[in-house]
């Protein structure tokens, strides 16, 4: 069987014309049965299935079982009711008494009717609900005893509130859901019963078939209301979500309607004044783009196959700005854009020369390229040039110079700091807001294929859970791969071989080998005094004065000036504190001029004191007068040379050796070294082999919080510790560098340049180097040649006998006699 509970509140169903009105009417001539004297009645079961009926509603069946058609047609004949009964599940096909709920509903049935389909079709209404209390009879037809259920009439004050909140509760279904019709909602307000309004209700809402069976089992109406209004209130919240869901669907699709018929009606004025629409003349735009830009194969074909793709796309999808961008990005690449080279030497050198002083090395090297490529213009290799320095020597603004020598554009990128492989390769197209990396970005801002392109601050790259950006750089820095560089966001090869790459750097420490393995490493060692002087002679100064704006009163610097700036104001291997100072004193030059005070046109050495306030910085003296036990060494630092002493004192003890000074592991184990060279010659230098077991020596070197590391101390530790034992004096115009062996060799060590300037401005007058380090005084200015006695030395010996003076000036340390020891036959005498 099966039912639609509404039918009977729909005024067009066809349900309602004459012929069910008489039907209807005939239901209610058939009279309820009697009870007995214990309430019970005896009549016909109907089995419902799935179908539950309430008591005072109407509604149609279908029957189709035999014994169902059999039962009717006896209860008509009888004029009699039948009781109704719902299966506990209805899914069992041939159900036993067992199956059924123990509450039915006495029913009065109307006339058979056949349908189409070979069923019957009558109308039933409902009477009360019935106990079932036992089955009488199964076969042909299901006959049962059953008690009738009274229901009270007569509604108190608790049960009438749950009348109206359960009538208000439907009001509201009724006016969200489409399915129930108005008339439900006034039938349900004039029940005055209880336990009928709640049946009523049951009927019309759309309820699961378990709440069904559940309501009809409830024998009290007050428990009933109280569970429709439950259930009502469920309904009418699923309901809201629904319409709320419904309102805003039928908005957006209203506003989709709405942007559709204005856009409709402006391609149509657009047609008539002969502009046409505006999206499809940005796509033929696009096309004429791609068919006219200089692209390689590949990459015009996937710039139409995008286009294609955003021409099949409506104007609004979110995937346009996607496409769009991608396009753009094809077509601002410069993919097949070069710029001539400059290939002329001399031009090349005079341009170097004018922007910077000294930098041989680099020059040179530009210049090679130049000719190179003069004499093989279709060179395709590039070289990739690593500037190594310290800060402030002039790096970056060489590449600039390059650039400018070979006519290229110049870009630049600092890469400090960056720790995502993303950075250099760019984003996949998958994420939101994807772009190329820093490579492609940079290549589309300089708009050739062949600009100079710096990569700055290359040692201060990091790495991450992101990836390892310096990684990612090995194929854009190899000139076997770079050639076809793929970009995560384009996935199109780009030709990088025709850049010129520059990298700089402060130090080589931090790169990762296989990218240091790449690079062409030039070095900047950073400038000397000297030089120092020069660059702030011909940029610094007026630079400087024209920043400052005093170009017409003729500002001139003394040498001494500078000299005393350079030593007392600034302690850097570049130019840049130099700059700042100077352009302090511009400054105040400027501002006395403003105020109308008279103003030096010429700064000397005492000015420079009044402009910048007190000493900032001070230099390392040389000793003044010969010592036992202090010598001084030539050390090397990123900023420039630096003399350093050397202190041994040697006292009772135990026979160790104590090193201090914040001195590092390489110049601990050089002092190691030094004093087994000593104790290996200890009878030919006279010192008594008992020193070594009985007494300490104690090496320090001053300035205890700079940190000194190295082997190039190593003759300056031996030749004061063997100063210390023997009482002879260290020379005081004699400074000293180099590594030292056990067998007393002396080896090459590096920074010769930095040392020999710093000996030469602490006034010392002879400098001891390595011998294998003479090929590096090519590198000296020629008045420092002329004004120091530079000596190289093979073995410790020659040190000795330049650095030592020969006569011992006091007596040499001896251990203290222990009160047990006898007093030997030499010390009697």
């Not at 009699?80 to 049935?109: K, M, N």
């Not at 030096?600 to 402009?611: D, E, M, N, R, S």
């Not at 330049?802 to 251990?815: C, D, S």
């Amino acid at each position: 069987m099966a039912q639609n509970d509404y039918d009977f509140f729909d005024e067009d169903n066809e349900n309602f014309d004459a012929a069910l009105t008489q039907r209807t009417e005939e239901l209610y001539r058939i009279p309820n049965q009697i009870p007995d004297e214990d309430g019970c009645i005896e009549a016909l079961v109907l089995p419902l299935g799935d179908l539950v009926i309430f008591p005072h509603m109407v509604t149609p069946i279908f029957v189709a079982r035999p014994a169902s058609l059999l039962a009717i047609q006896e209860a008509r004949q009888a004029g009699q009711t039948v009781i109704g009964v719902t299966q506990r599940d209805p899914d069992v096909q041939d159900p036993g008494p067992e199956d059924f709920l123990e509450v039915g509903v006495e029913l009065a049935v109307g006339r058979l009717l056949s349908m189409p389909d070979g069923s019957s079709s009558a109308l039933v209404q409902g009477r009360r609900r019935v106990e079932i209390l036992e089955f009488t009879r199964i076969q042909p037809v299901w006959r049962a005893r059953a008690r009738v259920i009274e229901e009270p009439t007569a509604a108190d004050r608790t049960t009438q509130a749950l009348m109206r909140s359960a009538l208000d509760l439907f009001e509201r279904c009724v006016q969200l859901d489409r399915s129930i019709p108005e008339e439900a909602h006034l039938f349900a307000l004039n029940i005055s019963e209880p336990g009928w309004l709640a049946d009523m209700i049951a009927t019309a809402v759309s309820l699961n078939l378990t709440e069904r069976q559940a309501l009809l089992l409830m024998s009290d109406p007050r428990q009933r209301l109280q569970h429709i209004n439950k259930l009502l209130a469920q309904e009418v919240d699923v309901l809201e979500l629904e319409d709320e869901i419904h309102t805003r669907v039928q908005s957006e699709v209203d506003r989709s309607q709405r942007e559709f018929y204005l856009r409709e009606q402006m391609k149509a004025i657009q047609n008539e004044l002969g502009e046409g629409d505006v999206w499809t003349r940005d796509i033929t735009d696009l096309r004429k783009r791609i068919e006219t830009a200089a692209l390689p194969e590949a990459a015009r074909t996937t710039a139409l196959k995008e286009l294609e793709r955003l021409n099949q796309m409506p104007p609004m999808a979110p995937e346009v700005g996607i496409i769009r961008t991608y396009i753009d990005w094809i077509l601002d690449l410069p993919w097949l854009v070069y710029t001539e080279d400059n290939l002329d030497v001399r031009h090349a050198a005079q341009v170097l020369d004018r922007d910077h002083y000294g930098l041989k090395k680099a020059k040179d090297r530009i210049l090679e390229y130049i000719a190179v490529r003069s004499l093989k213009p279709k060179k395709e290799r590039q070289p990739i040039l690593c500037f190594v320095g310290p800060p402030g020597t002039g790096k970056t603004s060489l590449g600039k110079s390059i650039a400018e020598a070979l006519g290229r554009k110049f870009v630049r990128v600092s890469l400090g700091g960056v720790r995502d492989e993303a950075e250099i390769r760019g984003h996949r197209r998958t994420y939101i807001g994807a772009l190329p990396g820093r490579i492609i970005q940079t290549m589309k801002r300089a708009g050739t294929a062949n600009p100079l392109f710096m990569l700055d601050e290359i040692d201060k790259l990091g790495q991450d859970f992101r990836g390892d950006p310096a990684s990612a750089l090995l194929e854009v820095l190899d000139p076997e791969q770079n050639h076809a560089f793929s970009d995560h966001y384009l996935e199109l090869d780009f030709d990088l071989s025709k850049v010129m790459f520059i990298t700089t750097a402060n130090t080589l420490m931090t790169i990762p080998p296989a990218l240091l393995d790449r690079l062409e490493v030039i070095e900047f060692p950073g400038y000397i005094e000297e030089e120092k002087l020069i660059i702030a002679n011909r940029f610094l100064i007026p630079r400087q004065i024209e920043e400052a704006g005093i170009e017409d009163i003729g500002l001139r610097f003394a040498p001494q000036a500078l000299q005393r700036i350079i030593r007392e104001y600034t302690y850097e291997a570049g130019v840049r504190n130099l700059e700042r100072e100077i352009g302090r004193i511009c400054r105040k030059v400027a501002r006395w001029k403003a105020e109308g005070k008279r103003y030096p046109t010429l700064i000397t050495a005492p000015l420079v004191g009044k402009f910048l306030g007190p000493q900032q910085f001070f230099q390392t003296e040389a000793e003044r007068a010969d010592e036992v036990g202090v010598a001084t060494s030539l050390a090397w630092t990123e900023n420039g040379g630096e003399i350093m002493a050397v202190e041994v004192a040697v006292f009772d003890g135990k026979g160790s050796l104590q090193m201090t000074g914040q001195i590092g592991e390489v110049m601990q184990e050089s002092g190691q070294a030094a004093l087994t060279y000593i104790r290996s010659r200890a009878e030919r230098f006279g010192i008594d082999f008992e020193v070594f077991e009985r007494m300490d020596i104690h090496v320090h070197m001053p300035e205890g919080a700079i940190p000194k590391d190295g082997p190039s101390a190593g003759i300056t530790l031996a030749s004061a510790m063997l100063s210390a034992l023997t009482g002879r004096p260290v020379r005081r115009d004699v400074g000293m560098t180099g590594e030292i062996t056990l067998r007393g060799r002396v080896l090459p060590v590096g920074g010769l340049r930095e040392k020999v300037l710093a000996a030469h401005r602490a006034g010392l007058k002879v400098v001891l180097i390595p011998e294998k380090n003479v090929k590096d005084l090519v590198d000296l200015p020629k008045r420092v040649r002329a004004d120091l006695q530079i000596v190289p030395v093979k073995h410790m010996d020659e040190v000795v006998e330049r650095a030592l003076l020969p006569e011992a000036a006091i007596e040499p340390p001896r251990p203290r006699r222990r009160p047990e020891e006898p007093q030997s036959q030499e010390d009697g005498e």
